[in-house]
């Protein structure tokens, strides 16, 4: 069966810009959750997706915001990117949702300039 | 509170044993002993998890104490690939809001020739 996968896996980007990432789940998986993670602040939550409703939301400006199609990919937006948000940004799949048994994609490496 | 507590680092000469303990001397009754690892710069991996039997699968065995107070995930024969970050967390299966699967600090896990 075939991992999670994200496009792309890596981006640079300018401050102001906006920026779409894509997340294919395991096949079967209904569940996708997004974290961004930094050298400083860890591995932080974003949101998650389940039957195209979010379902859980973490402590992030609404500038980052996301949406799950049907047959449960999903996709993350960040609109007027700051230098703050590079970052490697994971997806992470799972059969249900609030699961903590989830696997991970290989991540989007984003960087601001 | 920090609810696991591991080792800083370690290191594990190629192919021998490496023995990882996590302590969690406050895990409740419903909650589960999971593993993840993290190679540099990719996405996390998920390992094994236990309630209170050892588990064994491809990649590792989980020995979680009759107390279930502390566990040690073994990789049975290291090799350099198996280099990473582990990370040890305990949570009920399912659990919502948007702290589910925080990792902590883990241990730094480096495998020599």
């Known amino acids: 069966k075939a991992g999670v996968t994200q496009t792309p896996r890596y981006l640079i980007k300018t401050r102001g810009q906006q920026v779409t990432l894509s997340c294919s789940p395991i096949?079967?998986?209904?569940?996708v959750s997004w974290y961004q993670q930094t050298p400083g602040q860890g591995l932080q939550f974003l949101f998650e997706?389940?039957?195209?409703?979010?379902?859980n939301k973490g402590n992030f400006p609404g500038r980052f915001s996301g949406r799950q199609f049907s047959n449960s990919r999903s996709e993350m937006n960040v609109s007027t990117l700051e230098l703050g948000d590079s970052a490697l940004y994971l997806c992470a799949s799972s059969l249900a949702s609030g699961q903590v048994l989830q696997y991970f994609g290989p991540g989007t490496r984003l960087t601001v300039t | 509170d920090a609810k696991t507590t591991q080792p800083t680092s370690m290191d594990c000469a190629e192919g021998r044993a490496a023995n990882l303990p996590c302590n969690h001397s406050t895990i409740s009754g419903n909650e589960y002993v999971y593993w993840y690892r993290q190679i540099h710069s990719q996405g996390p991996q998920y390992i094994i998890h236990?309630?209170?039997n050892n588990e064994t699968n491809e990649m590792a065995s989980l020995i979680i104490t009759e107390d279930r107070k502390s566990s040690t995930l073994i990789l049975p024969h290291a090799t350099l690939r198996d280099t990473a970050v582990y990370y040890c967390?305990?949570?009920?299966?399912?659990?919502?809001?948007?702290?589910?699967?925080?990792f902590g600090a883990g241990t730094r896990l480096a495998v020599h020739p």
């Open positions: 997706y389940f039957s195209e409703t979010q379902r």
């Open positions: 236990g309630l209170k």
């Open positions: 967390i305990v949570a009920p299966p399912f659990s919502g809001g948007y702290n589910k699967l925080i």
């Open positions: 096949s079967g998986h209904r569940s």
